[in-house]
């Protein structure tokens, strides 16, 4: 099971939404993972252990 899999439902909503906004600001290229988690005031493990890519992490 993935990191993020486990998180509780709303953290897991929290990095979700602050990488739609992240993604719709900043476009792929420019996209950045600790912009990510700082936005949904988690810790960067979240989302960096289970998607070392920003393409992996839009699949979450």
Same mark, same amino acid.
């Given at each position: 099971?993935?990191?993020?899999?486990?998180?509780?439902?709303?953290?897991?909503?929290? *990095?979700?939404? +602050?990488?739609?906004?992240?993604?719709?600001?900043?476009?792929?290229?420019?996209?950045?993972? #600790?912009? =990510? *988690?700082?936005? +949904?005031?988690?810790?960067?493990?979240?989302?960096?252990?289970?998607?070392?890519?920003?393409? #992996?992490? =839009?699949?979450?």
């Amino acid at each position: 099971m993935k990191k993020f899999d486990m998180l509780e439902e709303e953290k897991k909503t929290r *990095v979700l939404e +602050a990488a739609l906004l992240e993604f719709a600001e900043e476009g792929y290229e420019k996209a950045s993972t #600790n912009n =990510i *988690v700082k936005q +949904a005031g988690s810790a960067k493990g979240c989302c960096s252990i289970t998607s070392r890519t920003r393409s #992996n992490c =839009i699949i979450i």
